[in-house]
């Protein structure tokens, strides 16, 4: 069983950065030739595509984040990042981490939830006003 571990969040003012991890645990899974995604839910509303960063690297945001949020990887620490600057309070959700196994076939599909076949139990972030 794939397992998904976000950690990195917390609360921090509006016009602050807080940077958001992402690891595998369980049995050994590389992450570093994944298609890997960001997704985040508020109370009450639904999940939401956030980031998304393909098998070769290529990263997509969502519109809302464009430019203040940025996706990478770490191939040695087979870790996956989420870097989150100028934050607001409309940011404030849980933010999940999630994997592709290869359901993955055309650009629309990074944006979708369901594409994604592992997830994180994910973190809280909170940005004050």
């Known amino acids: 069983q794939v397992q998904l571990v976000e950690s990195g969040g917390g609360l921090v003012q509006a016009g602050g950065s807080m940077r958001l991890s992402c690891t595998a645990s369980g049995r050994t899974v590389t992450l570093t030739d994944r298609n890997m995604g960001w997704f985040r839910q508020a109370p009450g509303k639904e999940r939401e595509f956030v980031a998304a960063l393909t098998s070769v690297s290529i990263p997509y945001y969502a519109d809302s984040v464009k430019g203040r949020f940025t996706i990478s990887r770490d191939n040695g620490k087979n870790t996956v990042y989420l870097q989150m600057n100028s934050l607001k309070p409309e940011d404030t959700a849980t933010y999940y981490c999630?994997?592709?196994?290869?359901?993955?076939?055309?650009?629309?599909?990074?944006?979708?939830?369901?594409?994604?076949?592992?997830w994180g139990q994910g973190t809280q972030v909170t940005v004050s006003s």
């Open positions: 999630a994997a592709d196994y290869g359901a993955i076939r055309y650009m629309g599909d990074y944006f979708m939830p369901t594409s994604y076949a592992f």
